[in-house]
Every structure is written in C-alpha cells, then in structure tokens.
C-alpha cells in the first residue's frame, strides 16, 4: 500500500492508465481477429484490414504498443492478406 502522497498519487494515475491501455489493447485485439476472420472467410476484407492498420497506428502513437510492436503485427497482417488475394486471384 502507498503511504507518502506522491505514491497514492502515482498509483491513481497509473490505474488511469492502466484502464486506457486496455482499452486501446482490446480494441486492437478485436479488430485484428475480425480482419484475419475475413480474410479466411474470403469475403471483401480491404477495409477490415485498413481499420485494423489504423487502430495499430493510433495505439503505437498514444504509446500503448511499441511502434515496432505495430509494425511487426500489420506486417503479418498484410502477408496474410496478400497470400488470401494471390489465391483468390
């Protein structure tokens, strides 16, 4: 437990912190899995897969993710994207 103020302080703005990170992570998490479901499925996944590139940017931005964390995710992202095109073409 946090005794000098400036712990109780630090320990409020982390847990603020805390909830806004894992927002930003569940809303990547999420967007990322339904882009991958629509290219398995075949359909028309442009803009699923364009959602999913700009949540990972907004999120590397704000600091919740690494930007090579970011990149590394839409570039597997894109390899699977581009594989499902080059079948389907």
């Given at each position: 437990?946090?005794?000098t103020p400036s712990a109780r302080k630090r320990s409020r703005t982390?847990?603020?912190?805390?909830?806004?990170?894992?927002?930003?992570?569940?809303?990547?998490?999420?967007?990322?899995?339904?882009?991958?479901?629509?290219?398995?499925?075949?359909?028309?996944?442009?803009?699923?897969?364009?959602?999913?590139?700009?949540?990972?940017?907004?999120?590397?931005?704000?600091?919740?993710?690494?930007?090579?964390?970011?990149?590394?995710?839409?570039?597997?992202?894109?390899?699977?994207?581009?594989?499902?095109?080059?079948?389907?073409?």
């Amino acid at each position: 437990m946090a005794n000098t103020p400036s712990a109780r302080k630090r320990s409020r703005t982390n847990e603020r912190k805390r909830l806004r990170n894992q927002m930003y992570n569940s809303r990547v998490k999420t967007l990322i899995r339904k882009a991958e479901q629509a290219i398995q499925s075949g359909e028309s996944s442009q803009e699923a897969v364009q959602e999913a590139m700009r949540v990972l940017d907004k999120a590397a931005v704000k600091g919740v993710i690494h930007k090579n964390n970011a990149a590394r995710r839409k570039s597997r992202l894109m390899k699977k994207f581009n594989a499902a095109s080059a079948a389907s073409a």
